[in-house]
């Protein structure tokens, strides 16, 4: 199993982002799928999760409203859409997916939010 997490970069608060993650290597029908984070020296962050068959979403207590997460079953991708983004939301920002422990990760992409 491999997931590909893109879609990072630089921009200014208030700015928005969309993240991707493509996973390969078996079907995840039945799997969840999760964004996380993590800025430099903190611990890792829940941010949000999609179970892929019945659509059902959760958001980190921070999020308020600011971010959407989505999947395409076609593509085999979820979709974390940032807006409003602020300085701490500065973090490198992971996906990963599992039956529900988080068994595969990826790489991280990160993202940066000047003031």
């Known amino acids: 199993v491999q997931l590909q997490a893109s879609g990072g970069g630089l921009v200014q608060a208030g700015g928005s982002l969309r993240l991707s993650c493509v996973a390969s290597?078996?079907?995840?029908?039945?799997?969840?799928w999760g964004w996380f984070r993590q800025a430099p020296g903190m611990e890792r962050e829940f941010v949000a999760q999609?179970?892929?068959?019945?659509?059902?979403?959760y958001y980190g207590d921070f999020v308020k409203g600011r971010f959407t997460i989505s999947r395409d079953n076609t593509k085999n991708t979820v979709y974390l859409h940032m807006n409003s983004l602020k300085p701490e939301d500065t973090a490198v920002y992971f996906c990963a997916v599992g039956p529900g422990d988080y068994l595969y990760w990826g790489q991280g992409t990160l993202v940066t939010v000047s003031s």
């Open positions: 999609i179970k892929w068959n019945s659509g059902a979403i």
């Open positions: 290597g078996r079907t995840f029908d039945t799997y969840v």
